[in-house]
């Protein structure tokens, strides 16, 4: 069974910093783990950091210059480091990777930024 997981959040002060780690397991083939999204609650799930198909990075408006989205490909692990945190970041982070044309998705973690 294909497995995305995700750790690293937790409770943090405004202007603070996390990494995030999602690690691949539970299969044989790779996963290309294609970025980060969160969803805070009421509201959509929306994109955080990817990597591109040129293997360049995009970010969410409300994001940029604050996250940064790296790989371990020797560890097939995917990072966020996020950085100047503010309360607005609050949320349940999800990686997302993709194997053969199928999407799949971690369980989440829990990110909370007090004020």
């Known amino acids: 069974q294909v497995q995305l997981v995700e750790s690293g959040g937790g409770l943090v002060q405004a202007g603070g910093s996390l990494r995030l780690s999602c690690a691949a397991s539970?299969?044989?083939?790779?996963?290309?783990?294609m970025g980060w999204y969160r969803q805070a609650p009421g509201k959509q799930r929306e994109l955080v950091a990817s990597?591109?198909?040129?293997?360049?990075?995009n970010y969410g408006d409300s994001v940029k210059g604050r996250f940064t989205i790296s790989r371990d490909n020797a560890k097939n692990t995917v990072y966020l480091q996020m950085n100047s945190l503010k309360p607005e970041d609050t949320a349940v982070y999800y990686c997302?990777?993709?194997?053969?044309?199928?999407?799949?998705w971690g369980q989440g973690t829990q990110v909370t930024v007090s004020s």
């Open positions: 997302k990777g993709e194997r053969f044309g199928n999407i799949y």
């Open positions: 539970g299969s044989a083939f790779s996963i290309n783990v």
């Open positions: 990597f591109t198909s040129a293997g360049r990075t």
